[in-house]
């Protein structure tokens, strides 16, 4: 499932194709994803130019010349192709095999000067909704969300007063989205051991009674912003690999330290513990249990 890097990643991989693109004509080749697409969906973004390509937490938002906003989930497998398209008279895009394309194409952006953007989802979680510009902070997919891990509103003082009193383990309070926004399983896991914190450790740990961040909080914080800045330079540097070749965005390869490897040794320097996998609300947790308290 694509996490907060990847999406970022698929956003930066559309911004030279998009932004300030006209889209000539939209094509929905089923009536739903994970929810019906938006009535008139095709019509409404006919003719419409890409004012710009943002996100928030795992929402990519096209934001369009007539005033509304095109929110993108890529949901458990959706990805994005790029097909003909010339940056600074060379082609653009990015090439990652995946599946078999074509049977599982739902969406096609035609461009205005030939380019094509391909929404590829077998799966079917993932979603398009158009909304309103002004609508955008109150609409309930984003109007809960905490701040954005990468951004200025997140930070110690900020997370120990989400985690103050909170009787739920760190796994859960960080994957709440409320608490934060944007993180999943593996990103969780990931900054948990970097911060050398155990995924069961009660959240209320990271702040005093009266609600004041602790060391821990602190190392956290940075935790997570450095596991997801890595990630997405990861990302960034397989869009530059592939710059050269049309294809497809939403995975890359990146090299996790405890995600899916169960039994190996710890890769903190000196540990001599190993990975764990533990069942955390019905998800797997990967940590070490020597390094992480
Ligand atoms: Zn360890």
């Not at 905490?146 to 859960?172: I, M, S, V, W």
């Amino acid at each position: 499932m694509p996490e907060l890097p990847e999406v970022e990643t698929v956003r930066r991989g559309l911004l030279p194709v998009l932004q300030g693109a006209v889209i000539e004509s939209a094509e929905a080749r089923r009536p739903d994803l994970r929810w019906p697409l938006p009535e008139g969906f095709a019509e409404r973004l006919t003719g419409r130019r890409v004012e710009a390509v943002g996100r928030r937490a795992k929402y990519l938002l096209a934001d369009l010349d007539g005033g509304e906003v095109l929110i993108v989930h890529l949901g458990m497998s959706g990805s994005i192709r790029i097909e003909g398209a010339q940056v600074k008279g060379r082609p653009a895009g990015f090439y990652h095999p995946r599946g078999e394309p074509g049977t599982h194409d739902h969406v096609v952006f035609h461009l205005a000067g030939g380019a094509t953007v391909t929404f590829n989802d077998p799966r079917r979680f993932g979603a398009m909704l158009l909304v309103p510009y002004d609508q955008l902070d109150s609409h309930p997919l984003l109007s809960s969300l905490g701040p954005e891990p990468l951004g200025n509103t997140f930070h110690a003082d900020y997370l120990a007063q989400a985690c103050a009193g909170r009787r739920t383990n760190l796994k859960a309070a960080l994957l709440d989205q409320k608490v934060v926004a944007g993180l999943g399983n593996i990103y969780v896991s990931e900054a948990l051991h970097r911060a050398g914190l155990s995924p069961r450790r009660m959240a209320s740990t990271l702040a005093s009674v009266s609600g004041a961040p602790n060391v821990r909080t602190e190392r956290l914080v940075i935790a997570i912003r450095d596991v997801l800045r890595e990630a997405i330079q990861a990302g960034g540097s397989s869009l530059k690999d592939h710059r050269q070749v049309n294809g497809e965005l939403g995975y890359f390869q990146h090299n996790f330290k405890v995600y899916d490897r169960e039994g190996e040794p710890c890769p903190t320097l000196r540990c001599k513990g190993h990975v764990q996998r533990i069942v955390q609300a019905g998800r797997s947790t990967f940590f070490c249990a020597t390094c992480q308290r």
